[in-house]
């Protein structure tokens, strides 16, 4: 069953399930929809209360979630246009040339290629080449640092994601997005960190904004960086 209420001028659409047990939970998901597994006697009017009550931390879970939400300017590949790397911004030059190559020389991002049509593919590529060692380099002190926590990451992949810059399974596999890779190494941190707070508390919790901030105190700083710099 699907619904909404409205908190302030906030509105929160909700979808609620109900099932044999005890108590009602509420779980905001990573694509921001807000799901409520209820009691098979709980009263509607029992459901709303309960998402009133718990109205700003909805809202505080969903704004998290928000900043891992990668809104990326679409490119035309093409002279002249604008590119980040590792926060940043570079022009690039499209030379024609039977030597397949992408460097950075000066402010320039400089791509030589026989067929202007695969200029896209080469980039991504080279940005994807330059992900996975920058990554695991800004990774490794982090990783080798939460051993204390008596927890490490099964393994780091990197997966293009329309609506997240990195995630972690069940399992312990955190995934980072490959465009990351365009912001600071703050940035890159960051998001680094708050996978691996995630292995330790799944949620959003009071608990797991605790220990981000212990981990990173000016996480914040560079959580609104992101959001600002691949806007």
């Given amino acids: 069953m699907n619904d909404n209420i409205l908190f302030g001028s906030k509105k929160i659409e909700y979808h609620v399930a109900f099932s044999n047990r005890k108590t009602l939970g509420i779980t905001v998901m990573p694509d921001l929809s807000v799901k409520v597994n209820a009691p098979i006697d709980s009263s509607i009017e029992r459901v709303k209360e309960k998402l009133l009550k718990k109205a700003p931390w909805i809202i505080k879970q969903q704004s998290f979630f928000l900043s891992f939400q990668p809104r990326i300017t679409e490119r035309k590949y093409i002279s002249g246009e604008t ?34 049509s695969l200029t896209k593919v080469l980039v991504k590529s080279w940005y994807l080449k330059h992900a996975k060692s920058i990554f695991r380099r800004i990774a490794n002190p982090l990783i080798e640092n939460f051993k204390k926590y008596h ?21 312990g596999k955190i995934i980072l997005n490959p465009e990351l890779v365009k912001a600071p190494k703050g940035c890159i941190e960051y998001v680094i960190i708050h996978e691996l707070c995630h292995l330790i508390h ?30």
């Fill in 202 to 231: 799944h949620d959003h919790t009071q608990k797991f904004i605790d220990l981000q901030t212990k981990e990173m105190p000016d996480w914040e700083k560079w959580k609104n960086k992101l959001e600002k710099l691949l806007a």
């Fill in 83 to 116: 590119h980040l790397y590792l926060g940043r911004q570079y022009r690039l030059k499209i030379i024609t040339g039977n030597i397949f190559s992408v460097k950075l020389k000066g402010q320039l991002l400089i791509v030589t290629i026989d067929d202007t």
């Fill in 151 to 171: 927890i490490e990451p099964s393994s780091i992949v990197l997966r293009e994601m329309p609506t997240r810059w990195g995630s972690c399974t069940p399992k």
